[in-house]
């Protein structure tokens, strides 16, 4: 039985690590595929319960240095449970956590380090100024205090903050693999026994190697500007989940609900369905259900991003970890725990921020073979200076020049940023689209999004509301609008025609009363009729006044309906009292949805089953470039088809029922959710509340995302473009440059916080 978990990878810092766990894991029987992502420290594992399980694959990669973070039963509870725990189960809490800890252990070992990096640097400096006679020389008292003084601090330093650097050596040696920390602790490890060497055995070593010339203060602020990278590298990325904990701080921990008649309070995870719950304002809403008493405003603005809190009335849905603004109303729970939008939501964004964009492929081919070919790089460096840097200088100043360029390639070649560079950028603009009702399924969909260049839209519920609604009132009658609506509603109350329901939500919008009626009659195919106030009315389409034999020029209905509306007339026997059009209509972020697609050079075409009249009105209004009209599900699917073999890529909007097939299709399908109910797994984007001037944000946050992910490969790339040959002395014959360990070890440190901190920009940009 084939199983597919994610599950944290305790250890796992960089690139190279992801790349030596996925293969050691990709050996083992029954591991059917393994997607890790340095940027989450996660891995998705599928496998063969049969064959293989967590416990195994666990101790396959204990001997490297990392372990699976195997949740237990306490961590795999219901949902429905309070914050601390619903985060648990989520694997977010328990991540964070261990980051917490681990950047206070890091805080400390730096706080530690200061004043020995401060006496390190002092040193350093005072003997550069002294070779270049700005100042005199060290006193000889001082000297050889610092002398004996630097050997211990660079023992401590090493053994002690260094240690997770000389254990990634370890494993190398033991094993083969080789990750980024083995890079560190090779290079420091070396430039230690180097200058200890010297250290106890001067007087016999003088008289072939400059033993003025020690590398103690090399290792300590190598060290510990590694160490201040990843300190600034573990904070921020603490920081890119901040989605995620904000939309897990909208599970409330309680609901107070009624049970035998009594209002008590209860713990989130003892709500069942059916419960019947009481909100009152102020309030989070515990889970999903339907109104069945009073009436108020939800703030939905942190699930959906819409800013006006909507008006809830009976039968009206709410959904779990909205706000109550206003009043205090009763709904039944109709989904707990896992069940909700909520909890649908998070799990949603925790998997496109762990899933990789084919961007990401290159970055990961190098970063595989980066830290063997570093290693290779190091010892050639070494080797071409005491092959062909003796013939130019002494034995002593070439095998110094040569230790140089080989712990400077061994620091300043680093993989994390190019690691880094694109699951960063994913995982912040993921929780930023989150933030604003777009959810993304993965990252491969996210970048196909940004170079989509034709939008194919339905008109049904994407373009307009979905439903009929009464847009306008023709009033031919002495009464005023509302007693014109009154007598047309009290008619239409008794029918279920989808018309009927059109005027009965104008009415209960305007508070417009019901009358008393009586003697009511369905005349099939006509209308209905009733007697209100002892009056007899008359209500249903234009065969109503050819039977009654009324006169009336129906030019203006006959327009209409060309246009797309439905007119509905108010008769007596002696008179046409009125008329009112019922239409879907269109969205008001519609109009300026399409203006801002063609902004974007984004051709945009609407497909649908509805009569050509209405689809080129609607077209008209909102400036659609190309209409097809009166297609069924199949002719929408060729449509997709015959756009994308003349090139284009193309992005399908629709309800996700009528239109899977051609949501299938497209390059990037895009489902316009108006209900807690749709299946917001079954497209690549939804977009909450069927807003379609989300679209637009969701086309830019792509770009916006891509564009970050490219600039943070390039500044990966240029250090070590630059950075490796420089560190290696390629320029010391033309230029005299030869990078110092101190500065590869910062340039190295800053690599990966640049990458971070460029992708924590997202979070700002307009939209």
Known sequence: MNESKTFEVKGMHCASCASIIEKTLKKIEGVESIEINPGTEKAKISFDLSKTNPEILSKHIEPLGYSLIIPTASTAESMSMSLDKHAKHLGFSQTKNEKIIELKDMKNKLLSLIPIVIISVFVMGFDILAQFKLIPEIPYFWSEFFHYLLPVLATYTLFVVGKPYLLGLYRFLRTGYANMDTLIGLGTLVAFIYSFVISAFEESLSSFINVNQSYYDVVIVVIAFITLGKYLETRSKIKTGDAIEKLLNLQAKTALIIRDGKEIEILIDQVVHGDLIIVKPGSSIPVDGIVVGGTSYIDESMISGEPMPVQKNIDDTVVAGTINTTGSFTFKATKVGSETMLAH????????????????????????????????LSFLALGLWLLIGTQYFEFSQALSYGLVSFVSILVIACPCALGLATPTAIIVGVGRGAREGILIKDASTLQKLGSVDVVVVDKTGTLTRGKPELISINNFSNSNNNELVSILATLENKSEHPIAHSVMNYAKEKNIKIKDISNFEIIKGKGLKGLIDGIEYFAGNTKIIKDLNLSFDTTL????????????????????????????????????????????NIKVVMLTGDNKNTAEYIAKQIGIDEIVAEVM??????????????????????????????????????????GTDVAIESAGI?????????????????????????????????????????????????????????????????????????SLRIKSKKL
Do not use: C
């Open 686 to 758: 939804t977009l909450l509340h069927g807003d379609i001037s989300k679209l637009v944000k969701a086309i830019s946050l792509s770009k916006i995302i891509m564009r970050g992910i490219k600039q943070n490969l390039f500044w990966a790339f240029i250090y070590n473009i630059v950075g490796i040959p420089l560190a290696g002395g390629l320029f010391f014959p033309i230029f005299g440059w030869l990078l110092s360990p101190v500065f590869a070890g910062f340039a190295m440190a800053m690599s990966s916080v640049s990458v971070v901190g460029n």
């Open 557 to 600: 209905i006959e327009k209409e309906t060309l246009e797309g509306k439905t007119p509905v007339i108010l008769v007596t026997k002696e008179k046409v009292l009125g008329v009112v059009m019922v239409a879907d209509a269109i969205k008001v972020e519609a109009i300026e949805a399409i203006k801002n697609l063609h902004k974007l």
């Open 345 to 376: 939501i998070i799990k949603m964004v925790e998997e496109a921020q762990g899933s990789k964009a084919p961007i990401q492929a290159l970055a990961d081919k190098i970063s595989s073979i980066f830290v063997p070919v570093v290693l290779i």
């Open 633 to 674: 599900p199949e002719d929408k699917l060729n449509k997709i088809k015959e756009l994308q073999s003349k090139g284009y890529v193309v992005a399908m909007a629709g309800d996700g029922v009528n239109d899977a097939p051609a949501l299938a299709q497209a390059d990037v399908g895009i489902a316009m959710a108006t």
